[in-house]
């Protein structure tokens, strides 16, 4: 880890969660952040609380300072987020992936020099589309005790995350995609 050089340019807008400021601490001290990385470049920390709170509309949802923030500094440093419990809470990943358009889930899986496991020279990357299907959150209770909950799948939700995907591949030099659906599970 100490062989990497951070590069950070501008404001950071750092999200935290009521209780959850301990994550975000720690990853500054693991990272060295906020000043220690270079004189040349500081970083002035932004902190926005994304506890749930009523809107206008009496639906809970991302305090619009915290979502404001974001926009300005157009960077974020998210840490764990809970999601309360009960009618009319959505998940506050979800809102915040819906928010700033974070559709394609990028996560590069690479095997570890000296590190061994059953497969060797894995270097791969799934890119999971990130706010439909299982992430729509579209549910109703029909009858007390049952819930529905509507898989959501959009055309252009499935093409904007596949061209993402070619996209990725090209600038990355990847030789391959692969396209894959979980059209079982629910």
């Known amino acids: 880890m100490e062989n990497i050089q951070w590069r950070f340019y501008g404001f950071l807008s750092k999200m935290e969660d009521g209780g959850r400021q301990a994550t975000l601490d720690d990853t500054s001290r693991r990272r060295r952040l906020p000043n220690e990385i270079s004189p040349v ?3 002035e920390w932004e902190v926005e609380d994304v506890t749930p709170v009523k809107g206008p509309d009496g639906k ?26 009960g009618k009319g809470h959505r998940s506050l990943n979800l809102a915040i992936r819906q928010a700033f358009h974070l559709y394609a889930n990028v996560r590069p899986c690479r095997s570890i020099d000296g590190v061994e496991t059953l497969y060797n020279d894995v270097d791969v990357v799934t890119i999971r589309e ?3 299907g299982e992430y729509s959150g579209i549910e109703h209770e029909i009858v007390p005790g049952v ?3 509507i898989k959501l799948i959009t055309k ?19 030789k391959t995609v692969t396209a894959v659906h979980k059209a079982n599970i629910m």
């Open 41 to 43: 470049v500081p970083i």
């Open 60 to 85: 809970m949802g991302i305090p619009q300072r915290a979502i404001d923030s974001i926009n300005k500094n157009t960077i974020g440093l998210k840490g764990p987020l809970a999601t309360p419990i």
């Open 130 to 132: 990130n706010t439909e």
């Open 147 to 149: 819930v529905q909950s």
């Open 156 to 174: 252009n939700a499935s093409l904007r995350v596949a061209e993402y995907a070619f996209e990725y591949a090209t600038q990355n030099n990847r």
